[in-house]
C-alpha cells in the first residue's frame, strides 16, 4: 500500500511540475500515473547500472554526475511514454532536481515509523 501511495504522490509532483515548468508537458493524471510507474521501474533496473558505469566519473565530480544520471532516467522515460515530453536535457535536470525535492517533501506526510 505504501508503495502505491508513493507512486500516486509522485504522479501528483509530476503534474506540478508539467504546470510550473516550461516546455514538460503531461496530458493527464492516466499518463502522469504511468509515468511516476516508469521512472520507478528505471530508477530499480537502469539507475544501479548507469551508476555503476559510470562510477569513475562519480567519483571524479564527487558525486554531481549522479544528477546528470537522474536527468537520463527523465529523459528515458520521456522516451518511453508518448503522453510526456520534456524538451531537452537541461530541463529534464531541473525537474529531476526539482522531482527529488517535492518527493521527499510529499513522502515526509507518509508515515514510516515501526512501533515495536
Known sequence: MNTFLKILLTA???VILANILPGVEVSGYVSAILVAVVIALL??????LLIFFTLPAT???????IFVINAIIILLADKLVDDFKV???????????????FRSFLFSFLNDKKEV
Do not use: C, D, H, Q
Not at 89 to 99: H, R
Open 12 to 14: 501528483l509532483a509530476v
Open 43 to 48: 530508477n530499480m533496473i537502469v539507475r544501479p
Open 59 to 65: 567519483i571524479v565530480t564527487f558525486g554531481l554526475f
Open 87 to 101: 524538451p531537452g536535457f537541461w530541463t529534464a535536470l531541473l525537474f529531476s532536481i526539482l522531482l527529488s525535492i
